[in-house]
C-alpha cells in the first residue's frame, strides 16, 4: 500500500517563503504531484516530479527525491490568495493517485 | 464550456430519498473518476472508469452506484445515503488509462448533505 504524511496546517506571511513538505512510503513510485485547492473549489494542478531534483515554475518550485521518499512544495513571495491547501499525490505502477491529507496554509498581511 | 463540470454543486437529501450527481468533461480524456472528499481526509477513490468500463470500485458502499454512458459523461447514483456520506464528491478526468502518469482535472465538486 501506499502512506502519504503532510503537516496540517502552516502560517506564513505575505511576502514570505515558506516550504510544505510531503513524505512517502510506496511501491513501484511513479511520480509525485502537487495540487492546489482553495476553499470551496476544485483541486487544480501545481507540479509533476518524477526524477529528483528541483522543478521550478514561477513562484513555485518542487522537490522530490525518491530514495528519501521526500517532496516539498516551495513557495516564494506569498501572497494572499496562495491561502489554500496543498495536496501531494503519488502515483505508483499499476495503482492510481493516492492523495495525502493536505496542508491548509493560511498567509497573513 | 471547458474542463470538468459538475451539477449540482449543493445537494440536501433525505435518507430516503434518491438522487443523481453529474459529471460532464470537454477535454476528449478516456478516464474518469469519482472521489469523495470529506473533513480532514485525504481525498478517498471511490470508483474509475476507463473508455466507459468501470476499472476499479474501491470497496464502496451498494448505496453508491456510478453510470458512464460515453467517455464524456460520468454519473453517480445515491440511495438511502447515511449522515455519515455527507461530503464533497469530486469527479476528474485523465487523458490516459489507469494506471497513468498525466495530471488530473478537477470539477469543482457536489457538496452533498445528507440529513
Known amino acids: 500500500g501506499q502512506n502519504i504524511d503532510q503537516p496540517t496546517e502552516m502560517t506564513a506571511t505575505e511576502g514570505a517563503i515558506v516550504q510544505i513538505n510531503c513524505t512517502y512510503q510506496?511501491?513501484?513510485?511513479?511520480?509525485l504531484f502537487w495540487y492546489q485547492q482553495h476553499a470551496g473549489e476544485a483541486p487544480t494542478f501545481l507540479s509533476y516530479?518524477?526524477?529528483?531534483g528541483l522543478e521550478e515554475k514561477g513562484r513555485f518550485s518542487s522537490f522530490l527525491s525518491r530514495s528519501k521518499g521526500y517532496s516539498y512544495l516551495l513557495l516564494k513571495e506569498l501572497q494572499m490568495k496562495d491561502s489554500a491547501s496543498y495536496l501531494c499525490?503519488?502515483?505508483?505502477?499499476?495503482?492510481?493517485?493516492?492523495f495525502g491529507p493536505g496542508t491548509r496554509l493560511s498567509v497573513l498581511p | 464550456e471547458t474542463g470538468v463540470t459538475q451539477t449540482p454543486r449543493h445537494l440536501v437529501m433525505g435518507m430516503t430519498n434518491k438522487k443523481s450527481l453529474k459529471c460532464e468533461q470537454h477535454?476528449?480524456?478516456?478516464?474518469m473518476y469519482w472521489y469523495k472528499q470529506s473533513a480532514k481526509k485525504p481525498l478517498e477513490l471511490m470508483f474509475v472508469y476507463s473508455l466507459e468500463e468501470r476499472v476499479e470500485n474501491n470497496s464502496v458502499p451498494s448505496r453508491f452506484s456510478p453510470e458512464c454512458p460515453n467517455s464524456s459523461h460520468l454519473f453517480l447514483h445515491l440511495h438511502t445515503l447515511q449522515p455519515e456520506d455527507s461530503a464533497l464528491y469530486l469527479c476528474a478526468s485523465s487523458q490516459d488509462r489507469p494506471p497513468h502518469t498525466g495530471e488530473l482535472f478537477f470539477g469543482e465538486g457536489s457538496r452533498l448533505t445528507v440529513l
Open positions: 510506496t511501491s513501484g513510485f511513479n511520480g
Open positions: 477535454l476528449g480524456h478516456n478516464a
Open positions: 516530479n518524477v526524477l529528483d
Open positions: 499525490a503519488v502515483g505508483a505502477y499499476g495503482q492510481n493517485f493516492v
